[in-house]
């Protein structure tokens, strides 16, 4: 679990697509470095949040670690196009003092989507994504929160095709989204409450419940009852 803060902008050393080192384990690998403040505490099998993708830590020392990327990770994010010392934001996974400073984030994405234009607002940045998947757009919600590139951002527009951010000036020389280019794409995850509050709505009507959170059904329960009564 993560909080959508990046810690620090990494370095990508290399992306290796057949490791065949013990670390590497016969597949994709992917070694960043220039993150020395990061690994202070970090140990073999811990995860981190590369992009916004969680990734188990396969390698380290002082000043880098590698960690293994799957086929399915390669094929759902933008890792893949990754290049050598380009730059990666970087997350290490909460602890119990973490301060949750922006939401709850997985690590698990969901689409990637391109940057379709890019709009100078005063000191601040516009960015319009186009999802790829457009099916995430029914959580996306405008002033909710999304995922993108790992980092906690806030919708300021949707749309049935496109979304909006904005990054102030701080955010933009402390996310990679903030030198990105028309065209260029980012990872995407959605708020998960939006994902859980569809699934109890979907339970209510189908007359099922005791799912994973009972309270939120009965919320969402309420809710729709008193909706209808209005009706």
Known sequence: MFTGIVEQIGKVSSLDQHDNTASGGAGTSLTISDCAELLTDAH???????NGTCLTITELDNFSFKVGVSPETLRRTNLRDLTTDCGV??????AATTRMGGHF????????????????????????????????LRYIV????VALDGASLTITQVTEDWFEVMLIAYTQTHVVMGGK??????NVEV???????????????????????????K????IVDERLNKA
């Open 181 to 186: 280019k028309v065209g260029e794409s980012v």
């Open 44 to 50: 073999l099998g811990d995860s981190i949040s590369i």
């Open 191 to 217: 708020d998960m409450v939006g994902k859980y509050v569809e699934k109890s709505v979907d339970a209510y009507f189908n007359g099922k419940g005791g799912g994973d959170f009972p309270v939120l059904e």
């Open 219 to 222: 919320m969402v329960g309420r």
């Open 142 to 145: 405008e002033k909710g929160y």
């Open 89 to 94: 934001n970087l997350e290490r996974a909460v």
């Open 105 to 136: 984030v997985q690590g698990h994405v969901d689409t990637i989507a391109s940057i379709i234009a890019i709009t100078p607002d005063g000191n601040a940045i516009t960015f319009r994504l186009q999802p790829r998947d457009k099916v995430v």
